[in-house]
């Protein structure tokens, strides 16, 4: 009995876990809804109030929102000042062609994911069985024979940054004087001479320059100790790409990425003037990236790169069975940042109005002089984000705010709606003689349970407050977003969980210490927090609820239209 209870404990009740961070299903987007045409209007009113200040004059920049299925709203604006030097596009659009810089590694790792799962490569093997040039430790102690691709796509490798970039001896003196560091006077001797330390970026980096210049290089970190930002990692992912397909870089990006989904404007080729949004100087609109263009190479536009989030929302535990690609892999610094592959994820529990429920941002951002960018996705609300920038860089961080937080409040506004629509009321056993029944509603928490009776007894009651002795405690709707029958889709899954209310005061040290554990204690082999969705009606709202464990079949009372059509009243066979 005493093992029983404390399986009911750790498997129901999450402890200090506030509002779980999965609330609802994925909600459903109609562009012309008002609440999303408001949201979309409010956003484009602040852009545009915010970059008429003057310090923004020679910004241009392009946002897009999309769904999984389509793209729902985008903002464009070009600059008042003008690059006249360099005639670009003459109205920024949706297919203007901007350098994305680093979110370029998005498209290196998917690469590699590709050549995993066909077999041509293994993320688990270590970079020096593809580039055996590196040998087994470099000069400086970088030990290559213990670095895997997938710690070089996890920012895990632990190697330097750079080799052909970043070196303030290369830095303009009109803007910073090394010596006005206290930096001495050095010679250029033995330095390479490519990319920027060549005049005007002129001259990209080969691979002979690279492995080069790597064979003094010494580790920051030993592997996977500790998550540190490296280019360097890219472009040895992008020579690894090279050498298992048999083709260039570019060549393999087009083919395996671009061509399949639509992408036709973008390219790690320098497109025509005429296409681009050009700044005003300083800009890299044509530095030829060479070795370095797996890490920072590819120039596209917000169209084309609402097509690639849109995959990636689609497909992100589809492409190989050997990771789920959204999931952080280590943590950065602080409590809310992480490092993924090669995603930065942002975790926050300060954007809803409502509630302090955490909502994870999947990014990749990018910046190269003259150009500033970050494409993300937000699983939990189905949405994908783009902003590219051209220009000084600091509107950048008011559009990322203005456009985040207005987003997903609206996102979280229509899927709590979209909750009560489709679940909330009551649900009762036609059989009056087992008195069981069930009422939900639905509000900042997601779907919650707020009456269950069983048999006659009073499961909330009984579990939380005499079970679990909880004072401040509600019992939570956990979707998870599988079917019972998972080929016609049909039979939503779900899964009870108990979590306490969030009380004054910061309470104890360990009270924000939370385990995910969503499975509950068997009866009789089926859990006992499983609840299926049953009998969706054409405008979506459910009709039977089925509560696994005891063997129950509840169907929906409630008065009002419930979205079901006379012909519909069939009944639900389990």
Sequence with gaps: MMLLSVLLVAALASAKCFEPSVAHPLPEYDPNDPLLQSAFESIGTALTVAVAAPEYASTSFSVEITSSKESLWSHHHTARERNTSRPDIERVNGDALYRIASITKAFTVLGILYQHEAGNLSLDSTVNKYIEELGEKSEGGVPWKDITLRSLASQLSGIPREFAQGDLINSDKWVLDPQHLGLPPVSRKGLIKCAEYSPNYETPCTLHDLLDA??????????????????????????????????????????????????????????????????????????????????????????????????????????????????????????????????????????????????????????????????????????????????????????????????????????????????????????????????????????????????????????????????????????????????????????????????????????????TNIDGPLYAGVGFNELVFWDQGKEGTFRKLELSAFRANLTRVEDGDDGFSQDEEEVLEL
Aim: aromatic share 10%; proline share 5%.
């Design 214 to 515: 790597l064979r003094s290089k010494a580790p920051l970190f030993a592997p996977n100790q500790k998550s540190t930002y490296s280019n360097i990692a890219f472009e040895l992912l992008g020579l690894v790409i090279e050498r298992v397909s048999n083709q260039s870089f570019e060549s393999y990006i087009n083919e395996a990425v671009f061509k399949p989904l639509n992408m036709s404007t973008s390219t790690l080729s320098l497109p025509p003037d005429s296409a681009g949004v050009i700044p005003l100087e300083p800009q890299y609109w044509d530095a030829d990236e060479g070795i370095q263009s797996p890490t920072g190479g590819i120039y596209s536009s917000t169209s084309d790169l609402s097509k690639f989030l849109r995959y990636i929302l689609q497909q992100f535990n589809a492409i190989t069975h050997a990771i789920n690609w959204i999931h952080p892999v280590s943590p950065s610094r602080g409590l809310h940042s992480f490092y993924g592959m090669p995603w930065e994820i942002f975790q926050t529990d300060r954007i809803l109005k409502d509630s302090k429920r955490t909502v994870r941002f999947i990014t990749k951002s990018g910046g190269l002089p003259g150009y500033t960018s970050i494409i993300m996705t937000i699983p939990e609300y189905d949405l994908g984000i783009t902003i590219l920038l051209a220009g000084p860089p600091y509107f950048f961080s008011k559009i990322q705010e203005i456009v985040t937080v207005a987003i997903v409040r609206a996102a979280e506004e229509l899927s709590i709606r979209q909750l009560n629509k489709r679940y909330t009321g009551t649900y009762a056993s036609t059989n009056s003689s087992l008195n069981s029944s069930m009422t939900l509603a639905s509000d900042h928490r997601g779907l919650v349970i707020t009456k269950w009776i069983s048999n006659s007894t009073d499961v909330l009651e009984t579990v939380g407050s005499k079970l679990l002795m909880l004072k401040h405690w509600y019992a939570q709707l956990v979707p998870t977003l599988l079917y019972r029958e998972e080929k016609g889709q049909k039979g939503e899954e779900w899964r009870v969980q108990v979590s306490e209310e969030r009380s004054e005061g910061v309470g104890e040290i360990w009270d924000d210490f939370c385990m």
